[in-house]
């Protein structure tokens, strides 16, 4: 089974930046696609960008331009610039597809 540990966020300032960390372990090694999910108060999970190493990365319309996703080895990060409040969520990874367990994620919030 595949384990997440996400790390790496904090409370920031608007126009601020973080860098997220997620610890990919386990026995199961065929997680390959990688995908950083984000789940504010009262709202459903999203994708936010998502990542095929060495072949594509892909972004959600509201974070495109601001965050950038990579993949070395079996850590994924999710560098996060000009964060707006709008940011503020838990942020977790899994695979692209979604069909691992979650890890506990990471707070971020962004305000004044």
């Known amino acids: 089974q595949v384990h997440f540990v996400e790390s790496g966020g904090g409370l920031v300032q608007p126009g601020g930046s973080l860098r997220l960390s997620c610890v990919v372990s386990?026995?199961?090694?065929?997680?390959?696609?990688m995908g950083w999910y984000r789940q504010a108060p009262g709202k459903q999970r999203e994708l936010v960008a998502g990542i095929i190493p060495d072949i594509s990365t892909n972004y959600a319309d509201s974070v495109k331009g601001r965050f950038t996703i990579s993949k070395y080895y079996n850590t994924v990060y999710l560098q996060m610039n000009s964060l707006k409040p709008e940011d503020t969520a838990i942020y977790y990874c899994?695979?692209?597809?979604?069909?691992?367990?979650w890890g506990r994620g990471t707070q971020v919030t962004v305000q004044s």
């Open positions: 386990g026995t199961d090694l065929s997680v390959y696609a």
């Open positions: 899994n695979s692209l597809a979604a069909d691992r367990p």
